[in-house]
């Protein structure tokens, strides 16, 4: 985004708008910690916001600040519909095609409403007025930070976004262990607790509210967790009949993946769920190194995403998914094992 993009962006702002805000579907701490991020911030410049998800998300997010005010497009469709015909400027976060919002795919393509990116994940479409996307970036809350900074106004930073930035940032960096993780993504953190973000807090809140069903669908994961040592690759299946018996709720199996790729000398993790609702096998993938699950996940699971954390789906049963994934390993090997 350059200075003339901004200028524009700035003498846009500068008059009260109709903004919707509107993160991807199933959004995660990052669509959720950067669309309120930004709500709170458009908010002192007197606009009318609104934040707009596809569909509900996991209930370790809903205590963060504005989670009261968020609309889901799945259960509140015309209100939702009505709020994008009538957006002056529909802001979209932490995705880059409209395809990942689910069903508010169509209302969103036929908007007039002026468009404004903010992503940073690979290959975006071309839809955006104005596109803010750098696959550098650790989080799309560290873009948002980095979008205030741009516009002269990281002195209107308080508490509340400063909390809903440093969600995403820690959710989408593996608590700062992912490689993604740069000095300026401390910097920047930094800069958040100063503004009066709890870290502490948050971290327990994110990570520290299991239900004990959930750690015991943990431990059937745990149970079902496969190696392949010559590709130095491990995964997760969980079926339908096994989220059931254990009561899952949306979110229980954020980060079981990780298990996997903790694994010594595992360089490439997946978890494989299956949503029968849906009719598809899920697919969670994860890579250390170099190696990227990106381009796997776009070649053989119709997904994306980044090069050490992507995801994709599969139309095939449970055990045909594996069994393609296991097929296909051997065409990696040389890559896997050279990391």
Same mark, same amino acid.
């Given at each position: 985004?350059?200075?003339?993009?901004?200028?524009?962006?700035?003498?846009?702002?500068?008059?009260?708008?109709?903004?919707?805000?509107?993160?991807?579907?199933?959004?995660?701490?990052?669509?959720?910690?950067?669309?309120?991020?930004?709500?709170?911030?458009?908010?002192?410049?007197?606009?009318?916001?609104?934040?707009?998800?596809?569909?509900?998300?996991?209930?370790?997010?809903?205590?963060?600040?504005?989670?009261?005010?968020?609309?889901?497009?799945?259960?509140?469709?015309?209100?939702?519909?009505?709020?994008?015909?009538?957006?002056? =400027?529909?802001?979209? /976060?932490?995705?880059?095609?409209?395809?990942? $919002? %689910? +069903?508010?795919?169509?209302?969103? #393509?036929? @908007? !007039?409403?002026?468009?404004?990116?903010?992503?940073?994940?690979?290959?975006?479409?071309?839809?955006?007025?104005?596109?803010?996307?750098?696959?550098?970036?650790?989080?799309?809350?560290?873009?948002?930070?980095?979008?205030?900074?741009?516009?002269?106004?990281?002195?209107?930073?308080?508490?509340? =976004?400063?909390?809903? /930035?440093?969600?995403?940032?820690?959710?989408? $960096? %593996? +608590?700062?262990?992912?490689?993604? #993780?740069? @000095? !300026?993504?401390?910097?920047?953190?930094?800069?958040?607790?100063?503004?009066?973000?709890?870290?502490?807090?948050?971290?327990?809140?994110?990570?520290?509210?299991?239900?004990?069903?959930?750690?015991?669908?943990?431990?059937?994961?745990?149970?079902?967790?496969?190696?392949?040592?010559?590709?130095?690759?491990?995964?997760?299946?969980?079926?339908?009949?096994?989220?059931?018996?254990?009561?899952?709720?949306?979110?229980? #199996?954020?980060?079981?993946?990780?298990?996997?790729?903790?694994?010594?000398?595992?360089?490439?993790?997946?978890?494989?769920?299956?949503?029968?609702?849906?009719?598809?096998?899920?697919?969670?993938?994860?890579?250390?190194?170099?190696?990227?699950?990106?381009?796997?996940?776009?070649?053989?699971?119709?997904?994306?995403?980044?090069?050490?954390?992507?995801?994709?789906?599969?139309?095939?049963?449970?055990?045909?998914?594996?069994?393609?994934?296991?097929?296909?390993?051997?065409?990696?090997?040389?890559?896997?094992?050279?990391?």
């Amino acid at each position: 985004m350059n200075k003339q993009d901004i200028s524009s962006i700035k003498q846009l702002l500068s008059s009260k708008k109709k903004i919707v805000i509107v993160p991807h579907k199933n959004p995660d701490g990052d669509a959720i910690g950067s669309t309120l991020g930004l709500y709170h911030y458009l908010l002192k410049g007197n606009h009318q916001v609104n934040v707009l998800v596809p569909n509900d998300y996991p209930t370790f997010l809903k205590w963060i600040p504005g989670n009261d005010t968020i609309l889901k497009h799945d259960s509140q469709t015309k209100k939702c519909d009505t709020l994008i015909e009538e957006a002056d =400027i529909i802001f979209t /976060l932490d995705f880059n095609a409209f395809h990942r $919002t %689910g +069903s508010m795919e169509s209302v969103l #393509t036929k @908007s !007039k409403a002026l468009k404004i990116m903010i992503d940073h994940h690979q290959a975006p479409d071309d839809y955006a007025t104005y596109m803010f996307s750098d696959v550098t970036m650790s989080s799309t809350c560290e873009m948002v930070y980095h979008f205030i900074d741009m516009l002269g106004d990281t002195s209107l930073i308080d508490t509340n =976004i400063s909390t809903c /930035l440093y969600v995403g940032i820690m959710t989408d $960096t %593996g +608590s700062f262990r992912f490689l993604s #993780t740069t @000095s !300026k993504t401390h910097q920047i953190v930094a800069q958040l607790i100063e503004k009066g973000a709890n870290n502490t807090e948050i971290h327990n809140n994110i990570y520290d509210t299991n239900s004990y069903e959930r750690l015991q669908l943990l431990g059937c994961a745990l149970s079902n967790l496969k190696v392949i040592p010559e590709s130095k690759t491990a995964y997760i299946t969980l079926s339908q009949e096994e989220l059931y018996r254990y009561d899952y709720k949306k979110g229980d #199996t954020e980060g079981v993946v990780n298990y996997a790729l903790s694994l010594k000398d595992t360089v490439l993790a997946a978890i494989f769920i299956e949503d029968k609702q849906e009719g598809i096998i899920k697919i969670s993938l994860r890579s250390k190194g170099n190696f990227s699950v990106n381009e796997l996940s776009r070649a053989h699971f119709s997904g994306g995403g980044h090069t050490n954390a992507a995801g994709g789906k599969s139309h095939l049963s449970m055990e045909d998914t594996v069994a393609k994934f296991i097929s296909i390993l051997p065409s990696y090997n040389k890559a896997l094992n050279d990391e």
